[in-house]
């Protein structure tokens, strides 16, 4: 070889030598950038090179499985069928009757199509609008031949069809139709404007609903390309078009409407009970407790793979079981919270261990979203529930505050503890004030634990029509707890002063100056709500944390404005909130409001005037926080409407079965099935396995649509 071509292989072999390592610096530059500028959390982002709209996804079964499923484990049903289906949040929830002895209702999430009521009259479809009372029957149907399998679709309005062979049959037509028919209208004019497509060429392929603002995929009549847009109050924009500015700004709107104003925890006490309700003994229960950890820590581990990519981002490391600070073993997770990676025990034993049985805790991390925090307290509560059913020990996990057969026992009841991250230790004790004094609100609106010993309450109806417990009470987690709970006094600073004049005053150190109603000093910085109640839904523990954080949202207004209610006026002595409390548990939102001379500066500020019962006081903060909920994007929500029922009538109220102010401990009184004391504990153990089944279950099912109510609906609003 010649010294020219070694001296020309030389070079190139130089040049891709430097070629190479340009790439490999450059990825890791770009891994290096990953790790220093992390993308933002929820919602996850859509592609720079496509706009991409998320759509809520038809989670439930098809109905002809749905069907196949009840004939199965109903086998002597004389007939099976559907009674109604309603849309809420995208999802289409269906309502199945089976005929056997006496009738039974069962729900389902069914999976659907969508279908534009253009496209079934394109298609000369007829169309049979619903009756008044209409019901199909399913039982001994061929599903094998395609061609007769009935199919639910779902219109751009929300209105649901059962499609049978050629005729669509209207069953659920949802009271908003109006409202959206003006929203697609607005859209289409938009689309004929900007993009010079004539009106009668649009149609609407799919429709999405999330945060408050309407979003819709329309296509042109003979055109390939699909059109994305938004439309809320101030416009509409065409996200095929939309630069990286706008996508930002498209994120910043939805965060709007899903970060909490503080990271919520939730601690849920659960009992594990035979089918006669009695309790799985203590012996048994450290016998099986290793296998429910196990079993638990493996689904917990695979529900990691279905989680939204956000949570999988804050979730690290996998999932293990270890000894918690208390000495007992529990199943652990690595999280982020607020970009700070620490441990959190999610599943184990609550360390106020009795004789009797053990109770099982489920905690969900510290959380920054709503969705997030409604993600990890459903999933845990139907996690728990499936491992001990399949242990096959003829036990089961329910979610009340008390047992209804059992005897109490000192320690041994069910509440829920909400823990707020507030990192202002002043502001924190502005939140912690105005909690205390609140405390019997709280516990009237949340209240479900009327029931122990093997007694059905006592309850009857006022001249006003709302339902009456009048034995024992509302709330007998509280009432017979008198050790655990005290009502804690006002604090007049913050940090560990404040916590030396909390030990002053209770005379208690350590872990038992926890055991108040609201505590300002945890070990993870948090402030402590623990006046609830386990509640059997997961949308009713959620409800509760979005008014805990609404009110905190309120203090905060109110904190940066220089108006501390603390300083501003005497607070509520500590005998007038004692007696306070009692009228609580003994009466619920019926209890009287008693304030001494006046109504100090927090009631004042939040519930306006005075009144004469606790519900009233809850009309009057409900309306004042209105600004708050609407900077959380919750105004007509099932959260919210599920904590405005309990207190407010509607416009048009012939379909609520009780006048209001209704608790749940009410709702659960008047369900029809427990006109006896054995159909009311069948009726508590369906409401529980319902909660597992469905993430949006509620109390209210049989009587209210709540997710379809606006707030313009309720009286006074």
């Known amino acids: 070889m010649t010294p020219y071509l070694i001296l020309i292989a030389l070079i190139v072999g130089i040049l891709l030598f430097l070629i190479v390592l340009k790439l490999i610096n450059d990825d890791q530059k770009d891994d290096l950038d990953r790790k220093i500028n992390p993308p933002p959390l929820p919602p996850d982002e859509p592609s720079k090179k496509e706009v991409r709209v998320e759509k ?40 199945f009757f089976i005929q056997e002895k006496n009738k039974i209702l069962k729900y389902r999430e069914i999976d659907y199509k969508f279908v534009s009521r253009r496209e079934i009259e394109k298609d000369k479809r007829d169309i049979c609008d619903r009756k008044e009372s209409w019901k199909v029957d399913f039982k001994d149907k061929n599903y094998d031949e395609v061609s007769t399998t009935p199919m639910l679709y779902v219109d751009e309005y929300r209105r649901v069809y059962l499609k049978e062979e050629k005729r ?41 609903h999330k945060g ?76 099986i407790f290793e296998e429910i950890l196990d ?12 989680a939204k990519k956000f949570i999988q981002r804050k979730w690290k490391d996998d999932v293990f079981i270890q000894e918690d600070d208390r000495g007992y073993e529990a199943v652990h997770i690595k999280y982020s919270v607020d970009n700070n990676d620490r441990y959190y025990s999610i599943l184990g034993k609550d360390s106020h261990v009795t004789f009797e049985t053990n109770i099982l805790e489920i905690q969900t991390p510290p959380c920054e979203y709503l969705e997030e925090l409604e993600w990890w307290a459903y999933h845990l509560y139907r996690i728990i529930k499936e491992v001990v059913r399949d242990l096959k020990i003829d036990a089961d996990v329910i979610p009340v505050g008390t047992n209804p057969v059992e005897k109490y026992s000192e320690g041994l009841s069910f509440g829920e503890h909400h823990h707020l991250g507030i990192k202002n230790n002043e502001l924190k004790t502005e939140i912690y004030n105005i909690y205390r004094e609140l405390i019997p609100h709280l516990i009237a609106i949340s209240s479900n634990s009327p029931f122990i010993d093997g007694k059905k309450p006592d309850y009857t109806f006022n001249d006003w029509g709302n339902l009456v417990i009048t034995h024992p009470s509302p709330n007998m987690r509280l009432k017979r707890n008198k050790e655990q709970f005290k009502a804690p006094p006002p604090l007049p600073s913050s ?19 926890r055991m108040i109603d609201v505590y300002p000093f945890t070990r993870y910085d948090t402030i402590e709500i623990r006046v609830f109640d386990t509640q059997i839904t997961t949308l009713d523990r959620i409800s509760l944390a979005i008014i805990l954080q609404a009110i905190a949202l309120y203090t905060k207004d109110k904190f940066e404005k220089g108006k501390k209610i603390s300083k501003s006026s005497s607070p509520l002595p500590t005998d007038v909130l004692k007696k306070n409390r009692q009228n609580s548990i003994e009466d619920g939102l019926l209890g009287r409001v008693c304030v001494g001379e006046e109504r100090t500066e927090c009631l004042r500020s939040l519930a306006d005037r005075g009144s004469k019962y606790i519900y009233e006081d809850w009309q009057n903060i409900l309306k004042n926080l209105i600004p708050y909920f609407e900077e959380m994007g919750l105004i007509d929500t099932p959260f919210l409407n599920n904590i405005f029922f309990r207190v407010f009538s509607l416009k048009k109220d012939d379909d609520l079965p009780l006048a209001p102010p209704i608790s749940p401990s009410q709702l659960i009184l008047y369900k029809k099935e427990a006109s006896d004391f054995e159909s009311f504990l069948k009726t508590l153990r369906s409401l529980s396995v319902e909660a597992a089944q469905n993430k949006r279950s509620d109390l209210w099912f049989e009587s209210i649509d709540i997710g379809d109510i606006k707030i313009t609906d309720f009286e006074g609003l």
């Open 168 to 208: 669509y049959r209207v069953i659920s037509t949802p009271s908003i139709d109006e409202n959206r028919k003006n929203k697609i209208l607005k859209a289409k004019k938009w689309i004929n404007l900007n993009c010079g497509v004539d009106l009668d060429k649009l149609g609407v392929k799919n429709t999405f």
């Open 212 to 287: 408050g603002y309407y979003q819709f995929l329309i296509e042109e009549d003979n055109q390939v390309s699909d059109h994305y847009f938004m439309i809320d109050d101030t416009g509409v924009e065409d996200y095929k078009k939309i630069e990286k500015e706008s996508l930002s700004l498209y994120r910043d709107k939805t965060l709007k409407h899903n970060r909490l104003p503080f990271t919520h925890g939730i601690e849920i006490e659960l009992q594990v009970v035979r089918k006669d309700w009695r309790w799985l003994e203590g012996s048994q229960m450290s016998i």
């Open 295 to 306: 079993d638990a820590r493996k689904k917990i581990s695979e529900l990691k793979n279905s």
């Open 495 to 513: 940090g560990s002063d404040g916590k030396h004049y909390l030990e002053q005053k209770l005379g208690r150190r350590d872990e038992s100056l």
């Open 56 to 95: 809520f996804n038809s989670i439930g079964e098809p109905l002809d499985k749905v069907v196949k499923g009840l004939n199965i484990e109903y086998p002597k049903a004389k007939s099976i069928g559907l009674k109604k289906a309603n849309m809420t949040d995208g999802r289409l929830v269906g309502v």
